[in-house]
């Protein structure tokens, strides 16, 4: 009978991850899973969307990237819409990027062009680019993309576009990675995939919280009464996730998750940059207002404690010979990860992902706090200067 009885510390730990596991479990199917019952709803017409098709400014901040906008700029001036402009704000001189849009606004007339000047002071420079563009834009909707980004379909705009209704004032969408293949690529699209799960699962259940730059949509009026950047004009970065913070509610913001909006990147080529633009995103996210920062941090906090609790509960099962306790603590794992992998890979088909996770999602699933940690370490030992604007 000892193989079937608990002593005091396995009790202990068997209630704890059993606590655990309900808040985890709890935690994916109110938030994760949202985007699955969005993407139903929105497939049997049981979401309201708006009939008309406003005219739309799509504005592109590039520095030095010609070779991106030789890739995925005709994608973009060739949606199927009846009326909009692109307007793509040249940040730098030192490639073919101003002879290359030159050339092409003969081809494409609803194509215009600007620049960054280089005594620009006082402001980020992509922050002066973002708002140089919204000012030379004619239409009152404003759509944000960037140079390396290439639409899934050329329906892009017209379901971004469903989302205008009277009320919405900020749409937010998906974007992700074109996967390839290493570690590296597999781990930044697993982290793009979570991320985005999770603030476009927070908007969808009503609590906005940021935004991403490469595929978001709002109102000029709206960039207008925040008085643009000025809530955050110090500091290098906070565009797209800062302003969003301080702009998005329930009421007015919505989210479009169908497979033909998706906006793809490149791969991650080198660490550096994925680790700069991690390190760039918690720089600012510890001044996000609401309660969702801190929920984030409890629901990554209370898996590194799963991990620990049924790791240790299994170990002392097993050195003990009680195998019930063993059981049950392998049990619990089990079913949490086959939760994990429905909602995670059913996502991803969704959104029309190539990638899925199964053997590797516990790893990742374990690593992912700890890279979070490492890129706040990182912050707290970089100088305040380099956050700042240059």
């Known amino acids: 009978m000892e193989a079937f009885t608990f002593d005091s510390t396995e009790k202990a730990l068997l209630v704890t991850t059993g606590i655990l596991f309900l808040f985890q479990v709890l935690y994916y199917l109110c938030l994760y899973a949202r985007i699955l019952r969005h993407n139903k709803a929105a497939r049997q017409n049981e979401l309201h969307f708006s009939p008309e098709l406003p005219p739309i400014s799509v504005i592109i901040c590039a520095r030095e990237e010609c070779e991106n906008l030789r890739q995925n700029l005709t994608a973009i001036l060739e949606q199927d819409y009846p009326q909009f ?36 002071r006082y402001i980020s420079r992509k922050k002066l680019a973002v708002t140089l563009g919204i000012r030379a834009s004619k239409y009152d909707w404003l759509v944000l993309t960037e140079a390396n980004c290439h639409p899934q379909s050329n329906q892009w705009l017209r379901l971004l576009a469903r989302n205008f209704t009277s009320r919405t004032q900020v749409v937010l969408g998906y974007s992700d990675r074109t996967s390839d293949k290493g570690w590296l690529s597999r781990q930044s699209d697993f982290d793009n ?8 699962g927070f908007a969808l259940a009503g609590s906005p919280y940021m935004g991403i730059g490469r595929n978001l949509a709002y109102r000029k009026d709206l960039f207008y009464e925040q008085k643009g950047f000025s809530a955050h004009l110090d500091l290098l970065r906070g565009d797209d996730d ?29 660490a550096k940059d994925w680790r700069e633009e991690k390190i760039g995103y918690t720089s600012t996210a510890r001044l996000y207002h609401g309660l969702q920062r801190w929920l984030t941090g409890w629901e990554t906090t209370t898996r590194l404690l799963f991990y620990a609790a049924w790791i240790a509960t299994l170990v002392l099962g097993i050195l003990h010979f009680h195998w019930l306790a063993a ?25 029309n992902e190539t990638r899925r996770y199964y053997l590797t999602l516990p790893l990742f699933d374990f690593l992912h706090p700890l890279q979070s940690l490492r890129w706040k370490l990182y912050c707290l030992f970089r100088k305040k200067s380099d956050f700042l604007r240059k």
């Open 327 to 351: 059981g049950l603590a392998l049990l619990l794992f089990l079913l949490r990860f086959i939760l994990q992998a429905v909602i995670f890979n059913k996502t991803a088909k969704e959104l």
């Open 242 to 270: 800062l302003f969003i913070n301080h702009v998005a509610t329930s009421e007015n913001t919505r989210v479009e998750t169908d497979a033909n909006a998706v906006m793809r990147m490149q791969p991650v080529w080198r």
């Open 85 to 120: 402009e692109v307007i793509v704000i040249n940040d730098g001189n030192a490639d073919e990027s101003e002879d290359y849009l030159t050339l092409l606004e003969e081809k494409y007339h609803h194509l215009y062009h600007s620049f960054v000047p280089d005594s620009s």
């Open 193 to 200: 995939l979570f991320t985005s799960m999770r603030y476009l």
